[in-house]
């Protein structure tokens, strides 16, 4: 993948993907991860990812996906960004990662779900989301 693939242009992968793997990461159990979830439509995608983008190779963030084109089919046309958290258990770090998403543009509603919830496909419920804001 190259800086140039946008999101809403990708037909052939369902995920773009930017990390700065931490170190903690690996240390880290597998359940304790989660993400804050930014859901956008074809026109607002391919600014919103190239925001995160640039923040986690900045090292403002640490890692995150943005669906495609090819997963929207699926999804009537909505996009999602994931920008993951390694210890959903530690607050402040994810409510920086929210301010960093803030301070991006971001300004609409935010969920962060765990992934130990997707995990066990927890979708459309009250429990799906550990913090909504």
């Not at 170190?23 to 600014?47: E, Q, R, T």
């Amino acid at each position: 993948m190259s800086d140039a693939d946008q999101p809403s242009t990708v037909r052939y992968e369902p995920w773009l993907y930017a990390s700065v793997v931490p170190s903690n990461w690996s240390a880290l159990p597998v359940n304790l991860a989660g993400k804050w979830c930014i859901f956008a439509d074809a026109k607002a995608i391919d600014c919103a990812w190239g925001r995160v983008r640039a923040a986690v190779r900045s090292g403002r963030l640490q890692c995150a996906k943005s669906s495609t084109a090819f997963g929207a089919l699926f999804h009537r046309g909505e996009y999602v960004i994931c920008v993951y958290c390694p210890d959903s258990h530690d607050r402040d770090a994810v409510m920086r990662a929210r301010e960093i998403l803030r301070d991006l543009g971001v300004s609409e509603e935010l969920g962060y779900k765990t992934d130990q919830a997707t995990r066990d496909s927890i979708y459309g419920t009250a429990d799906e989301w550990l913090y909504r804001n």
